[in-house]
Nanobody
């Protein structure tokens, strides 16, 4: 069974930091592109950051200078270090694992999400 389990969310004040973790099982982790997405009520789920099996990263411009995505293949875990958090970062954050060929998604898996709330 494929499982993506997020952890590390919570309540933090503006300017604070959180580190999200996503532990994957049941997949070949090293060849998957891993990503973090987020969703707020009334908004479509959006990409926050992604990292390929080779370590190439992509970020939305909204977080590029504040968030860092990384992975530990030995632990089958992807992380999202979130610094300088803003109220607009408040969302449910989802872990994603994707296998694709020439931009065609062959298979994709999602975690259940973890809540991040940024408020004073």
């Amino acid at each position: 069974q494929v499982q993506l389990v997020e952890s590390g969310g919570g309540l933090v004040q503006p300017g604070g930091s959180l580190r999200l973790s996503c532990a994957a099982s049941g997949i070949i982790f090293g060849t998957a592109t891993m990503g973090w997405y987020r969703r707020t009520p009334g908004k479509q789920r959006e990409l926050v950051a992604a990292i390929t099996g080779a370590g190439r990263t992509n970020y939305t411009g909204l977080v590029k200078d504040r968030f860092t995505i990384s992975r530990d293949n030995a632990k089958n875990t992807v992380y999202l270090q979130m610094n300088g958090l803003k109220p607009e970062d408040t969302a449910v954050y989802y872990c994603n694992a994707r296998y694709s060929v020439r931009d065609y998604v062959v298979r994709e898996y999602w975690g259940q999400g973890t809540q991040v709330t940024v408020s004073s």
